[in-house]
């Protein structure tokens, strides 16, 4: 996919305005698209650029092409210097075509080819791309790390929970079976108690034997604070 600022630097039979290429392209009756001439620039250019220094700063541009090993632009007219060219005060707000001819005539004056600047802005939108995709990588083998750790840690808390649920059953069932246990003996000493009243009653006015349920006995805790 072209960029939009070839439109700008690029004339429509694929040579730069005004030069004596395009003069001779017409005299061959054999001129190219903009979009072929571009396609061989690009061409030209690695597809994947290599970084061989680490990058410190994802937010500088500037760093992303140094570490993509990325040429001096000729005469150091680079896309992003031809970017600033065109959004000068001086040109700014002029047609296109005019913007596109001032472009060209500076180049020609320093002696730089249109191709060469062209052949930057590939490079430099190659570098961005290729680190686009190294970051997406990066992001990708994280999230693949993060979630298989939070899966691990889901397992371990499912586990656990588990567990502790399995303790609180066995306490529960615990108190159960001791509550059911306790119940039946209160009923076999309430008998044990009638029958020792009843056998009591015979000899005294008052029986002094209890055949009731005994309410609890404090804790020791409390025991000691009312003591």
Known sequence: MTKKWYNYIVSIDGTPA???????????GSPKSASQSVAEIAASVAAEPKFTNP????TSFEEIYRAAEIPAAPQGYSILKVAQMLESEHIRNLPSDVKKSSIL??????AVNIKDVIQDAVQRDRALDGYERVQQRALNELEATKTKEN???QADIDKYVTEQRARMQANSDAISREKERFTGW???????????????GYFVTENPITTGEQSAAPTSSKASQKS
């Open 18 to 28: 005004g030069s004596s290429d395009a003069a001779n392209a017409s005299k061959a």
């Open 55 to 58: 990058i410190a700063d994802p």
């Open 105 to 110: 005539l500076a180049l020609d004056a320093a």
């Open 151 to 153: 899966n691990q840690i």
């Open 186 to 200: 209160r009923l076999k000493k309430q008998q044990e108690e009638k029958k020792i009243a009843d056998t009591v």
